[in-house]
């Protein structure tokens, strides 16, 4: 983790002796509490949200389980947010300087990060744009009496698998191997993983857009890329800033999917050198692909992650 864990309290070191432990893939120590997986410095980051953060009603918090789109969601969102500035071309656009994860931070990583009351005064226009990877069960008691809205996009596991084994061997140097996909795709299946079990988030926002299909959106990385003209419609929609005709007949749908597209934000300098956290921008941008897993995983593996998504999923009416 690129977190310090001098950031820890003793309350939330004695909190975590009381908790289940367990040592992920990657060799981090992680905790379980409500249950989610956290690394302990993340939790801590969890704590000082839930007793410090006061949603204005405009809030948008984008979440995501890592790497299942997060980079691009939060793109589009600025884009589709920042067409009340009226740029009248693309050419001074935030995105082209800033990389995603710089405009949009996370909330337990990046602004709770080290105390549960941050100076927020960079969040001064409106809407508010926060990210999060927690579950939505661990944002419930903060957020329960706002209208904020949430959005989560989700992504085929397989998918969600690879990338993750991918950016971890990036971040972390070390080697592309059987043994390190191997160990990533155990904890994966086992839900010891950070921000796991994989299922429990995923029905966490299904169950709350279903609830209240006004508050939660719930996405596919998927859906977007088989129709992503849809789908920015939809978002725009739900964050009640729709598309005007005028918009559409201008070609503005296509503008900010172009701008938004791996290929062009990967290709900017900022991407390609800047760095965030001290993890490369780089990295948070690869293939892009839909089944890109089909390359890394065996039969045998395929097998026992659909059991276990199948099962885990079951009677809940989601499906991939
Ligand atoms: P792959 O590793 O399969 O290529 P996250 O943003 O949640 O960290 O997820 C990263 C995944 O999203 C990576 O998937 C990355 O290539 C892909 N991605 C990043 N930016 C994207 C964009 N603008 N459009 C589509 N996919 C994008």
Not at 20 to 27: E, F, L, V, W, Y
Not at 49 to 57: A, L, V, Y
Not at 255 to 278: A, F, M, Q
Not at 284 to 302: H, I
């Amino acid at each position: 983790s690129n977190l310090r864990d001098d950031m820890i309290s003793e309350e939330t070191k004695s909190l975590i002796s009381s908790l289940p432990s367990h040592t992920d893939a990657q060799g981090g120590k992680i905790c379980k509490y409500q249950g989610c997986w956290y690394h302990y410095n993340t939790l801590q980051g969890v704590l000082n949200f839930q007793r410090g953060f006061q949603p204005q009603d405009t809030d948008i918090i984008l979440a995501s389980y890592p790497k299942s789109g997060t980079t691009w969601l939060k793109a589009l969102t600025v884009a589709l947010c920042d067409r009340s500035n009226n740029h009248s071309s693309y050419d001074h656009h935030p995105l082209l300087s800033v990389n995603p994860h710089g405009i949009v931070p996370f909330l337990e990583l990046n602004i709770y990060h080290e105390s549960s009351s941050p100076d927020l005064a960079k969040f001064s226009s409106v809407p508010r744009l926060f990210a999060t990877h927690m579950p939505l069960h661990a944002m419930h008691e903060t957020i329960k009496d706002s209208p904020c809205k949430i959005v989560y996009i989700c992504r085929n596991v397989k998918d969600t698998l690879i990338s993750w084994w991918f950016f971890k061997c990036a971040v972390y140097k070390t080697e592309l191997n059987r043994s390190s996909l191997e160990s990533i795709f155990k904890s994966f299946c086992n839900g010891t993983f950070s921000y796991g079990p994989f299922w429990e988030h995923l029905l966490s926002y299904w169950r709350g857009s279903l609830e209240d299909p006004k508050r939660v959106l719930f996405m596919k990385y998927e859906e977007m890329k088989e129709k992503p003209h849809d789908q920015i419609k939809r978002l725009a929609d739900f964050l009640g800033c729709p598309f005007t005709k005028e918009e559409v007949k201008n070609g503005l749908v296509n503008e900010i999917l172009d701008l938004c597209s791996l290929r062009n934000l990967s290709g900017l300098e900022i991407n390609k050198t800047g760095k965030i956290n001290n993890i490369d921008h780089k990295v948070f941008f690869r293939k892009g692909e839909v089944g890109d897993w089909k390359n890394y995983l065996t039969p045998e593996m395929e097998n026992q992650i659909d059991t276990i998504i199948q099962e885990k999923l079951q009677g809940s009416g989601l499906k991939f």
